[in-house]
C-alpha cells in the first residue's frame, strides 16, 4: 500500500479473486464496436461508447456524433445534462436559444459546450465534408428532447472568445 497519506483502501477489492481487476477495472472500447441503439435527433447519427449498458457508468455519457455534409439536426436540448463536444474532422456551426438566435462555428480540435435545456441545433458548415465529433455528457442517460421551434431567419453571429480564440 503506498504511503503517501491517502487512503487507498478502496482501490483494492473485497476479498475477490487475484484477476477481479482484469474484469472491472479499465476497459477499452474498440471503435468498429460503438452502439447506434442510443437517443437520436433528426440529421444526427449518435453513437455509444461509454454508458452504464456498456461498462457500467454511473455519471458519463461519450460517443461519436456524425452529421453529413450540409446536414443539420432538428432543434433539441439535454435536459439536466451538460454536454461537451470535441470536433475532430469538419466545420460544425452551433445554433441556440429560444428560437435558435444565435450562431457560432467551431472547427477541428475546438470544444463546444452546451449546458442544461439549453435549446440548440447542430449544423453541418461543410457542404461536401462529415462533421464528426466527440461528445461527452453529464449522465449515462442519452437524454434527448426534440422541440418544435420556428427558427429566426438570420440568427446573431456569437464568436467564440476565450484565451486562444481573442474577439
Known amino acids: 500500500m503506498p504511503h503517501d497519506g491517502h487512503d487507498h483502501s ?3 477489492p473485497d476479498a475477490a479473486p487475484q484477476d477481479a481487476w482484469k474484469h472491472s477495472g479499465v476497459r477499452v472500447i474498440p471503435g ?8 437520436q435527433t433528426p440529421g ?9 449498458a456498456r461498462v457500467g457508468a454511473q ?4 460517443g461519436t456524433v456524425h452529421i453529413h455534409a450540409n446536414a443539420k439536426t ?7 445534462l451538460e454536454s461537451v463536444i470535441y470536433i475532430v474532422k469538419g466545420r460544425a456551426r452551433m445554433r441556440w436559444g429560444e428560437k435558435l438566435e444565435f450562431v457560432a462555428e467551431a472547427g477541428p480540435g475546438d470544444f463546444i459546450y452546451v449546458p442544461p435545456y439549453v435549446p440548440h441545433q447542430e449544423i453541418n458548415a461543410s457542404t461536401d465534408e462529415t462533421l464528426e465529433c ?9 437524454v434527448v428532447v426534440n422541440l418544435d421551434i420556428e427558427p429566426v ?3 446573431e453571429n456569437v464568436p467564440w472568445i476565450d484565451p486562444i480564440h481573442k474577439a
Do not use: F, Q, Y
Not at 444526427?44 to 452504464?52: E, G, K, S, T
Open 32 to 39: 468498429g464496436s460503438l452502439d447506434s441503439n442510443t437517443a
Open 44 to 52: 444526427m447519427d449518435r453513437r455509444a461508447a461509454i454508458n452504464l
Open 59 to 62: 455519471k458519463i455519457w461519450a
Open 134 to 142: 466527440v461528445l461527452v455528457r453529464s449522465d449515462n442517460e442519452a
Open 10 to 12: 478502496s482501490l483494492e
Open 74 to 80: 432538428g432543434a433539441h436540448h439535454h435536459g439536466a
Open 153 to 155: 431567419e438570420k440568427p
